[in-house]
């Protein structure tokens, strides 16, 4: 008997509706968690929009010499990103470069670490349980190092006076690499001065200590996909005849594909702001626009506007790589 | 020919025992069902002999050859999982041709003997499909397929029907013997349903608590269980506890007289098994030999037969007797219930049934099994 009773209140709400300010009626019905949720969604939207939306601003700005910048509206410094500031009187690949090397390295980087991460984590996870969470432990204390802790230690380990140079000449592969012509080699490849091998400054030790720097990520992101893969599949595929490396390749690398495909990405932009293992690893002529854009804004260039410009040519550069991989993997799908 | 041999398996996690000291032979060409409970290591048995687990003693060994020490991947034995474990990101084909491709054959051979393959299991025209575009018997018979591809010596199916509905597994059962006997393929099932394993079977072993109960041909399994599990795990079977005494046994006031005479000392505990389609219900006069007299509780048809449920003093009863039969009996009507001498089976009484298998008496029943599979697998 309490239904009709029911319905006639939510008829009275429906005549209260109509009958005050829309906007008002909404407010008042409106509980505090709307409220909190509202004031939590306007703090978000300032403390990032609000910068980006800055940085976008300021990069169509206009330096004054000697002095700050103005707000402006010219495209000069991103044209000078491409083609230099003389243009078109003559072209400078200067910064187009430093795009260049950012792009190679954070591409070469993460697929290093996804390579190492990806056979390593999978023959992790058929382990025991035991030295699975022994090896976990490990990668977070890994994860634990910031990125100067770690450079300082590969810089070390790469120097040529005490380092793995210094090594390999004590125990005579240097004179062995000169006898051989190979260090001419990897002189050409600019991993040797003309007495022994060298890592500093070199693009190799720059990438190597960014994968380095990302490994860990690589192996966290892949554990949980590859611990879920279903032991059945890799046990069929052995009584086929399938040895442990093929399993690894023909049943386990396609399953999780778009795993380590997000790994990819997701440690690709994560590279991409790299800045202590390019100032340290990278020869001058080698380095990045992240590099570049702290001399714009707090180094020695001081030119905020064109530092602003190089930020967004970056950030849409790799909205460019995300989106045309996530086109590629949609294809994969369908195709499969 | 030898087939396959196991001598002395014992498989062992930590201090948990899953397999303990199986000695079995696999005849050649030959279907043999691991039939058992969950929990009774026959799982554990078959994983072993796929080489994706290693004993921790004995032999595993195929026409005389030892590979106890093979991989998995060099034995060459096809197996078709409970999951059925087919590769989702191949298509059918691919699937069925995966070991040919591991094998290096050409894309055209692996192609034609695909088709071949999906032809016998009855699935041409699906080489192209994905594995999430079929059912579970498409799968399945997707699975066997693709075991069979490498034309393996030995055929392992694990739980092969599980995944399937009741109707499907009763014909797969079927086909999977016609399959069979058609390859002449040396193959192991891995089931827990009785049913299962008489109708595809040349061979079941009975296992429990990672040891076997018995070994012998459907028939023999079912008519002479060699021990109490057994006859209480395939089909149904009424058991009454008594004493043993001069070759017959005392269960209340009661003497049954089975045929031939019981060789157990006077007043050692004992059960009887007698399965109820040998039980006879007569008219309450009716008197002779093995027969106690009771009250009928329930009664019920099931197609070609009728069960009738006997309260006697002995204990319930229950007759199972063909639904055609003149006698008609109702509920509460007195009656007799006569146990056959020649259908009762006799068991030291160690409290272990199916029902109750995890009782600590396996280690005595173990000397009547190894005799019965000597008879078998010669």
């Given at each position: 008997m309490?239904?009709p009773?029911v319905?006639g209140?939510i008829e009275v709400?429906?005549?209260a509706?109509?009958?005050g300010p829309a906007f008002a009626?909404y407010?008042?019905?409106l509980?505090?968690a709307n409220i ?6 306007a ?7 609000a910068?980006?939306?800055l940085v976008i ?5 206009e ?8 707000w402006?509206?010219d495209?000069?410094?991103?044209i ?8 078109p009187?003559?072209?400078?690949l200067?910064y187009?470069?430093?795009?260049y090397?950012t792009?190679?390295?954070?591409v070469l980087?993460?697929l290093i670490?996804v390579g190492?991460?990806?056979?390593f984590?999978?023959?992790m996870t058929?382990?025991?349980?035991r030295s699975?969470?022994m090896w976990?432990v490990?990668v977070?204390a890994s994860?634990?190092?910031?990125e100067?802790?770690?450079v300082?230690g590969?810089?070390i ?5 005490s380092?793995?140079?210094?090594l390999?000449?004590a125990?005579g592969?240097?004179s062995?690499l000169?006898d051989t012509?190979w260090l001419?080699?990897l002189?050409?490849?600019d991993?040797?001065s003309p ?6 400054t ?7 200590t960014?994968a380095?720097?990302v490994?860990p990520?690589a192996v966290i992101?892949?554990?949980a996909?590859?611990s879920?893969?279903?032991r059945?599949?890799?046990e069929?595929?052995r009584?086929?005849g399938?040895g442990s ?5 023909t049943i ?6 778009l795993?380590?495909?997000?790994s ?7 590279l991409?702001?790299?800045y202590v ?6 020869a001058?002529?080698?380095?990045t626009l992240p590099?570049?854009i702290y001399e714009?804004i707090r ?8 530092g602003?410009a190089?930020?967004v040519?970056l950030?849409?550069t790799?909205?460019?790589?995300i989106?045309f991989?996530l086109?590629?993997?949609r ?6 | ?7 002395g398996i014992?498989k ?11 000695d079995?032979?696999?005849p050649?060409g030959?279907?043999t069902?691991l039939?058992?409970?969950s929990g009774?290591?026959?799982t ?12 921790s003693?004995?032999t595993?060994s195929l026409?005389g050859d030892d590979?106890?020490e093979k991989?998995?991947n ?9 999951s ?5 990101h ?11 491709a591991i094998?290096g ?6 192609r034609?003997?695909?088709?071949e393959?999906l032809?016998l299991?009855k699935?041409a025209?699906f080489?192209d499909?994905?594995?999430?575009q079929?059912?579970g018997?498409?799968r399945q ?12 010596d030995?055929f ?5 029907m599980?995944?399937?509905?009741a109707?499907l ?8 013997r016609?399959?069979q006997?058609?390859l002449?393929?040396t193959?192991?099932?891995?089931t827990h349903d ?9 061979q079941?072993?009975?296992m429990?608590?990672g040891?076997y ?10 008519h002479r ?5 057994v006859?209480s795990?395939i089909?149904?079977?009424n058991?009454?506890?008594g004493?043993?005494?001069?070759g017959?046994?005392?269960v209340?006031?009661?003497?049954f007289r089975?045929?031939p005479?019981a060789?157990?000392?006077?007043g ?5 098994a ?7 219900i ?5 008197t ?11 009664l019920?048809?099931?197609?070609p037969t009728?069960?009738?449920y006997?309260?006697?003093p002995?204990g ?5 007797m063909p ?5 008609v009996?109702?509920?509460?009507e007195t ?28 280690g005595?029943r173990k000397?009547?099994a190894?005799s ?5 697998a010669a």
């Amino acid at each position: 008997m309490s239904y009709p009773a029911v319905s006639g209140d939510i008829e009275v709400d429906r005549e209260a509706g109509k009958g005050g300010p829309a906007f008002a009626a909404y407010i008042r019905g409106l509980g505090p968690a709307n409220i909190i949720m509202g004031v939590i969604t306007a703090v978000i939207l300032f403390v990032f929009v609000a910068p980006f939306l800055l940085v976008i601003v300021v990069s169509f700005g206009e330096k004054i010499e000697g002095a700050s910048w103005v707000w402006g509206f010219d495209f000069s410094n991103y044209i000078r990103v491409f083609v230099g500031v003389d243009w078109p009187n003559s072209v400078t690949l200067l910064y187009a470069l430093k795009l260049y090397y950012t792009l190679a390295y954070a591409v070469l980087g993460s697929l290093i670490a996804v390579g190492f991460a990806f056979p390593f984590t999978y023959f992790m996870t058929q382990g025991s349980r035991r030295s699975q969470a022994m090896w976990l432990v490990f990668v977070l204390a890994s994860l634990s190092m910031s990125e100067v802790f770690v450079v300082m230690g590969w810089d070390i380990l790469l120097s040529n006076r005490s380092g793995l140079p210094a090594l390999l000449k004590a125990v005579g592969i240097t004179s062995w690499l000169k006898d051989t012509g190979w260090l001419a080699v990897l002189r050409d490849w600019d991993l040797a001065s003309p007495r022994n091998v060298k890592f500093k400054t070199s693009q190799l030790a720059t990438v190597l200590t960014m994968a380095y720097l990302v490994w860990p990520y690589a192996v966290i992101l892949l554990f949980a996909p590859l611990s879920r893969i279903d032991r059945s599949m890799i046990e069929a595929a052995r009584t086929m005849g399938a040895g442990s490396l093929t399993v690894l390749r023909t049943i386990v690398l396609p399953a999780v594909r778009l795993p380590v495909l997000g790994s990819l990405l997701l440690l690709f932009v994560y590279l991409l702001g790299t800045y202590v293992s390019v100032t340290y690893f990278a020869a001058p002529a080698h380095q990045t626009l992240p590099v570049s854009i702290y001399e714009s804004i707090r180094g020695a260039t001081l030119n905020a506007p064109f530092g602003a410009a190089q930020a967004v040519i970056l950030l849409i550069t790799a909205g460019i790589f995300i989106g045309f991989s996530l086109m590629l993997a949609r294809l994969a799908e369908r195709k499969a | 020919m030898p087939g396959l041999v196991l001598a002395g398996i014992k498989k062992t996690y930590g201090p948990v025992t899953a397999v303990d000291n199986i000695d079995l032979t696999f005849p050649k060409g030959k279907l043999t069902a691991l039939l058992g409970p969950s929990g009774c290591g026959k799982t554990t048995l078959l994983r072993m002999i796929a080489g994706l687990e290693d004993p921790s003693r004995g032999t595993i060994s195929l026409d005389g050859d030892d590979i106890t020490e093979k991989p998995a991947n060099k034995r060459k034995f096809g197996m078709v999982f409970q999951s059925f474990a087919l590769f989702p990101h191949m298509s059918v084909a691919e699937n069925v041709a995966y070991s040919l491709a591991i094998a290096g054959v050409d894309k055209a051979t692996r192609r034609a003997r695909a088709e071949e393959l999906l032809d016998l299991v009855k699935m041409a025209g699906f080489e192209d499909r994905r594995i999430g575009q079929l059912s579970g018997g498409q799968r399945q018979r997707v699975a066997i397929a693709r075991a069979l591809a490498q034309k393996p010596d030995v055929f392992l199916l694990d739980e092969p029907m599980s995944a399937l509905d009741a109707q499907l597994r009763e014909a797969m059962q079927v086909e999977l013997r016609l399959l069979q006997q058609k390859l002449d393929i040396t193959t192991i099932v891995v089931t827990h349903d009785q049913r299962e394993a008489m109708t595809m079977a040349d061979q079941i072993v009975v296992m429990s608590n990672g040891r076997y109960e018995q070994v012998g041909s459907p028939s023999e399994i079912y008519h002479r269980p060699a021990t109490a599990f057994v006859a209480s795990f395939i089909g149904k079977a009424n058991f009454l506890k008594g004493k043993a005494k001069d070759g017959g046994v005392d269960v209340g006031e009661f003497h049954f007289r089975p045929e031939p005479a019981a060789s157990f000392l006077n007043g050692s505990a004992v059960q009887i098994a007698c399965r109820p389609e040998n039980v006879t219900i007569g008219a309450a006069d009716e008197t002779g030999p093995n027969r106690v007299s009771g009250t009928v509780t329930f009664l019920r048809d099931i197609g070609p037969t009728r069960e009738i449920y006997v309260e006697t003093p002995v204990g319930s009863v229950i007759s199972e007797m063909p639904a055609s039969t003149e006698l008609v009996f109702a509920k509460g009507e007195t009656v007799s219930a006569e146990f056959p001498a020649h259908a009762l089976r006799l068991f030291p009484d160690t409290g272990d049934t199916a029902g109750a298998s995890h009782g600590s008496g396996a280690g005595d029943r173990k000397v009547t099994a190894v005799s019965d599979k000597r008879d078998v697998a010669a």
